[in-house]
């Protein structure tokens, strides 16, 4: 019901919040694109459990899983936008105008919210929970194989001066 997916959205966020602030030390010390491919996965993981294992059936929804996928989901979704919205993109406006830049990194957000907003009750009556998350989960696992080939943003020297640094105060 409404009540559960509220429930499960405030849980959602307060983890998404958490986690992109341990990410955003990961992304600064190990680089971002481990991070990223992480979070793709756990994406597509999130979704395929949700997808295949029932946790998305009107009739009686699976707690458990359903509780499963908010965690991974939030926690998917901290790591996710701590890098795209907010590293990448602070990486890319390193000697511009930074604002300009964020403010372009904000807009596919804001276009999703407004999508949610003004067309979300009629794309929940049209489409179908299991056939999209199956869809979801499978071009999500597909997503991953050019992230795998993109090069890292983190400069090399950054990555071997955390390490060292790390090394020393051990």
């Given at each position: ?135 979801f989960s499978f071009f999500l696992f597909i997503a991953v194989l ?25």
């Amino acid at each position: 019901g409404t009540g559960l997916v509220q429930f499960s959205s405030n849980v959602e966020f307060f983890i998404g919040g958490i986690s992109a602030v341990i990410f955003g030390f990961f992304a600064d010390s190990k680089g971002r694109k481990r991070l990223a491919v992480a979070g793709f996965a756990l994406l597509g993981l999130g979704y395929g459990v949700l997808a295949f294992t029932g946790g998305f059936t009107n009739s009686s929804p699976n707690l458990i899983v359903w509780y499963f996928y908010t965690i991974i989901d939030g926690i998917t979704w901290g790591s996710l936008v701590m890098i795209f919205v907010f590293a990448l993109w602070g990486d890319i406006a390193e000697n511009r105008s930074s604002e300009r830049i964020y403010a372009l990194a904000i807009i596919p957000y804001l276009l999703s919210a407004f999508i949610r907003i003004s067309l979300g009750n009629y794309l929940a009556n049209v489409v179908t929970g299991g056939t999209i998350f199956s869809l979801f989960s499978f071009f999500l696992f597909i997503a991953v194989l050019p992230l795998v080939i993109a090069p890292e943003t983190l400069s090399e020297q950054a990555i071997k001066n955390n390490d060292l640094k790390s090394y020393v105060d051990k």
